[in-house]
């Protein structure tokens, strides 16, 4: 028999061994505190790796200690994830937001510097300029149309170049899809880098991954995810997820498990069930979504069309696609001919497509950025990054296309008709 090699494939039973439950044939759902030990030396030695006192040995197992630490659930679905990224380990946490803060805590320090990506969620971006700014972390912001040489000129003027300790990056950008060029960024932070400080790029993959793009191919550090939106897929639960080497892994893990914000053995089975549609789920979003943006970009009240896959030719943006990326996705944000008025008249025209935040899931989604998701972002800021107030993100979903083109058509036309 040939080897099972792809990941759609290994969905169904990686990590899993159901001798160990009963002969289910899928993962039960451990709802249990703690578990219980061999013997008295068992346990030691799972603390002292479980807590980074010292490294794992290279045919040593950690055993299961405590829910707040680890679980079946949780193990057996940070194992599936790995196989999609090709990461050598990763850690599920109970929300994409408190993925972003522990990478972020655990990388940076009070004095350090901070250069990201713009625009980027507006949660994130809240994080950034707010909390750790509170603790005494400095940041500096770049957008993607910036070359390698002005970032690294950025950085420089900032006069704290050594204090820089992390590259965070959004890419495709939320919610204007604009790209980042993973490979430049990694450039720049071993262009900063010492023997005796590395500086880690960290990406945020939500609105491509798993399927159609592997930062850690690019020289990414680590990938990070808000797993409630593809990989859960069915705006059901909330989770995020952190991939990595095992080393940088190893830390995030630590810092964890003092932290307690692991995802709960439920939402992990809930993945767990989410992981086996995953690919079939993202390609039918993403043939619905070109068909819809092919349709927006003739439509009269449409202005702008911001989707990867209308990227022209030659351009800087295309040519990072065609390295990066293996599909357009499934987001789509455009100008209405208008401001906030037309925006929302729009929004408030929609039937089969809900007014919603959030993305990635089977149902359609439509939001305001500049007034929902990034309303927390400075106005000059938002003008600058292309949030402006006539700006639409929908997240497409598995309906039928015509019926989604349709629902869309209704409310444009409606804002036509009342000018």
């Known amino acids: 028999m040939k080897q099972v090699v792809h990941p759609e494939s290994h969905m169904m039973t990686f990590g899993y061994k159901p001798e160990l439950s009963e002969g289910a044939l899928k993962p039960p759902i451990f ?11 068992e346990g030691k030695a799972f603390f002292e790796i479980a807590y980074g006192i010292r490294e794992q040995g290279r045919d040593e197992k950690l055993g299961l200690i405590y829910s707040r630490i680890n679980n079946p659930n949780l193990e057996i679905l940070e194992n599936r994830l790995c196989l999609w990224d090709k990461a050598e380990d990763c850690a599920v946490f109970e929300s994409g937001m408190s993925a972003i803060s522990t990478v972020l805590l655990e990388f940076l320090k009070p004095g350090d510097l ?14 950034i300029t707010n909390f750790l700014k509170s603790i005494g972390i400095d940041s500096i912001g770049f957008t993607p149309d910036q070359s390698k040489e002005e970032i690294i000129s950025m950085v420089e003027a900032t006069g ?17 899809n604009d790209l980042i060029d993973i490979e430049m960024c990694k450039t720049i932070s071993m262009h900063f880098e010492t023997t005796e400080k590395p500086i880690y790029l960290a990406v945020d993959n939500t609105y491509m991954g798993p399927l159609w793009s592997n930062p850690l191919q ?13 990989i859960g897929g069915h705006s059901d639960l909330i989770a995020g997820a952190v991939l990595g080497n095992a080393e940088v892994m190893g830390r995030i893990k630590v810092l964890r498990t003092f932290l307690g914000n692991m995802a709960s053995p439920h ?14 789920r993202m390609e039918q979003q993403a043939k619905n979504t070109r068909i819809i943006a092919d349709f927006l970009e003739q439509h009269p009240a449409v202005s702008k069309l911001y989707y990867l896959g209308s990227l022209k030719p030659g351009s800087k943006s295309y040519d990072t696609y065609q390295r990066q990326y293996t599909s357009s996705g499934a987001m789509i944000a455009f100008e209405i001919r208008g401001r906030e008025k037309e925006a929302f008249q729009f929004l408030n025209n929609l039937n089969l497509i809900k007014l919603a935040v959030s993305l990635g899931s089977t149902e359609s989604l439509a939001q305001h950025p500049a007034s929902m998701t990034h309303i927390g972002m400075a106005k000059e800021l938002k003008e600058r990054i292309g949030i402006s107030d006539g700006l639409i993100r929908l997240s497409i979903g598995v309906e039928n296309h015509e019926d989604l083109i349709s629902d869309i058509n209704t409310a444009l036309n409606q804002i036509i008709c009342e000018k």
């Not at 690019?218 to 593809?230: C, P, V």
């Not at 939402?267 to 995953?278: D, F, P, Y």
């Open 160 to 176: 704290k170049a050594n204090k820089l300790s992390l590259v965070y990056i959004e890419t495709p950008a939320n919610p204007t």
């Open 267 to 280: 939402t992990c089975w809930l993945l767990l069930r989410s992981l086996e549609t995953l690919k079939v």
């Open 218 to 230: 690019f020289g990414a550090d680590l990938i990070i995810y808000s797993a409630t939106k593809y």
């Open 114 to 127: 901070l250069l990201y990506s713009m625009p980027t969620y507006g949660g994130t971006d809240h994080f």
């Open 31 to 41: 709802q249990t505190s703690t578990f219980v030990f061999q013997t008295a030396e």
